[in-house]
């Protein structure tokens, strides 16, 4: 019996040791097993574990589905990879979130390791024989490949179709008044669990998948962000915040800070200021740095009638970093709201070897328009002194308004006569087209992109036909483009009798301009106006016509580009109405 005794100990060893390769099914299964052995007859047990043991594989052992026992390797490898090929042929629905597809599971990079699987069952031949001996067998779990550059390709697109970022709580200002921002919960793709759940899908036989899909919560709570709405965001707004620097203080008003401030989440659960130093100081540093040491940009300059260089120089500046800092120590508190500028060395922006790179040597294109004296001509002067040494870098585009904004009674533009609707109307900065067709023709024949320009409905007889441009604000605008590599400077000089418009760079092409003839002429009419704010108008034929630029290099034909106008009737307008008492 002691000989019997040491036997049984040996196979419980043996199938204990096997119980820790397997999963929890089969170590449920492998104490049964043991517990029915102890209380058999050892002989019996030994017998039948022989009998079971036959061939690479335990009696009753399946894989797949496929009952491989008793089989060599040679034999059960066949049968396993058909079971493979079926199952990963077959597609499995997959939901993710709300939307169902069918995926293959080849597509995910999913296949199996029959080999791997074969060893697994080898190595489970002694659970298998004994759960054979009870009437029951094993499956052995197979196992799954995962291609994880493939299985990342589809989580990515499933996770393009289901992940939504979350809101943060936010306060920005409109004015002086905060206005928050509520926050609001995301969601993610979880993609280890997303790629568990196929795995598993495809080893168990299952036809269906779903992908797990997660919430991301908001780190700033809704009462979080009422807290903060009604105390530092308010505290921040409610005094001004003061500068010191320079030998100055500079106010910073209520309405300054709110503009260059907000509160954003803090990853704390709370809300911090952060202010926008680079914002709040525009229009201010120069008041808070002595010109003797700011830095001073690179310009370019006509110096006895060709252009120059005049040298940047190097300077010191705010420190926007530490402002921003210190601002944002203050802001929320109701006194002490003072804080020192630092001053940081400082290159400038436009440096001297930036300015010559330009290339801005020679003169490219000129035209003139003359004028007689009139209200509108302040205007055309105003924005010519307004656009005198402008300069346009390579690949820019020029917009005039743009670059001039509104015409205002503040900046010297006065009330002067406009096209609007084919008639004569009076409003400030009326005029300036003739500008704009100034600068047009000094874009013309300095082969510069023509970008945006709109010729007047009906001919003025003082610019030529077909090269002329109307502006408003803020429409029809007046645009072109450098397309040159170098830069274009821009020359306006304006007298008593009339305006011209110089370009200064390198010059690439010689323009030439050809017109036709005026053809599909239109008579006017007459028309008699007795509104008290009538303006008279001559009349003119309307007409179509063509006009060609040529560009040449060394006197040979480059290219050429057509522009063609078609002019209204201009009406002859008689004003009839009459002054009480007249």
């Known amino acids: 019996m002691g000989d019997l005794r040491s036997a049984e100990a040996t196979v419980l060893t043996g199938v204990q040791v096997k119980q820790s390769k397997l999963g929890a099914a089969r170590r449920n299964r492998a ?30 052992t399946r894989v797949l589905g496929v009952d491989i026992g008793g089989m060599t390797t040679p034999q059960a490898r066949p049968l396993v990879e058909r079971a493979a090929a079926e199952r990963t042929a077959r597609k499995l629905s997959v939901t993710v979130g709300t939307k169902r597809v069918q995926v293959a599971p080849t597509t995910a990079g999913l296949s199996f390791d029959v080999d791997g699987t074969l060893a697994d069952a080898r190595a489970d031949r002694g659970v298998a024989s004994l759960l054979q001996g009870l009437g029951d067998g094993l499956d052995v779990p197979p196992r799954v490949r995962a291609d994880q550059a493939r299985m990342g390709e589809l989580l990515e697109t499933a996770a393009s179709r289901v992940d939504r970022d979350k809101v943060e709580a936010l306060i920005a200002y409109r004015g002086t008044r905060p206005r928050a921002r509520a926050p609001r919960p995301g969601r993610a793709l979880d993609h ?107 310009r370019i300059e006509l110096v006895g009638g060709e252009p120059k260089v005049i040298p940047s120089r190097n300077g010191k500046g705010v420190d926007r970093k530490a402002l921003a800092t210190a601002v944002e120590k203050v802001v929320t508190k109701r006194s002490g709201r003072v804080v020192s500028v630092e001053l940081i060395p400082r290159k400038a922006s436009f440096s001297t070897a930036d300015a010559k790179k330009l290339g801005v040597e020679e003169k490219l294109g000129s035209f003139t328009t003359n004028y007689t004296p009139a209200p509108r001509v302040t205007n055309i002067r105003t924005i010519a002194r307004i656009l005198d040494g402008h300069l346009v870098k390579p690949g820019e585009t020029f917009s005039l308004n743009g670059v001039v904004g509104k015409r205002d009674k503040a900046r010297g533009f006065v009330e002067a006569p406009m096209i609007l609707n084919g008639r004569y109307v009076d409003d400030v900065g009326g005029g300036v087209s003739q500008f704009a067709t100034t600068m047009f023709n000094a874009v013309f024949f300095s082969g510069m992109q023509d970008v945006q320009h709109t ?15 109307t502006v408003s604000y803020p429409q029809p605008d007046f645009r072109w483009k450098n397309n040159s590599p170098h830069g274009v400077l821009v020359d306006t000089h304006s007298t008593d009798s009339g305006l011209t418009v110089t370009f200064w760079g390198t010059k690439r092409y010689d323009i030439e301009s050809q017109s036709s003839k005026p053809y ?13 704010d009538c303006i008279p108008m001559p009349g003119a034929k309307g007409f179509t016509i063509k006009v060609w630029r040529i560009f040449k290099n060394d006197g040979a034909e480059v290219k050429r580009e057509e522009f063609r106008t078609v002019y209204q009737p201009e009406p002859k307008v008689t004003c009839t109405h009459k002054a009480a008492g007249g």
């Open 31 to 60: 104490m049964i097993a043991v517990a029915v052995v102890t209380a058999l007859d050892i002989g019996v047990v030994a017998l039948g574990f022989a009998a079971a043991t036959a061939g690479d594989y335990a009696r009753g």
């Open 192 to 298: 280890k669990a997303s790629a568990a759940a196929l795995r598993t899908a495809l080893a168990t036989g299952a036809s269906s998948a779903n992908l797990v899909v997660k919430t991301v919560h908001p780190t700033v709570s809704v009462a979080a962000l009422r807290a903060a709405l009604a105390g530092p965001a308010r505290t921040a707004v409610a005094s001004p915040v003061m500068l010191r620097g320079g030998g100055h203080t500079v106010e910073l008003s209520p309405a300054r800070v709110a503009a260059a401030l907000r509160f954003t989440a803090d990853g704390r659960g709370g809300l911090k200021p952060v202010f926008d130093a680079e914002k709040a100081l525009k229009g201010l540093e120069d008041r808070l740095v002595k010109d003797s040491v700011a830095p001073r940009d690179a």
């Open 455 to 469: 010729p007047h409905s009906f001919y003025i007889s003082r610019y030529p036909a077909g090269r002329e441009s």
């Open 520 to 532: 599909d002429i239109k008579n006017f009419k007459s028309i008699d106006d007795n509104d008290k």
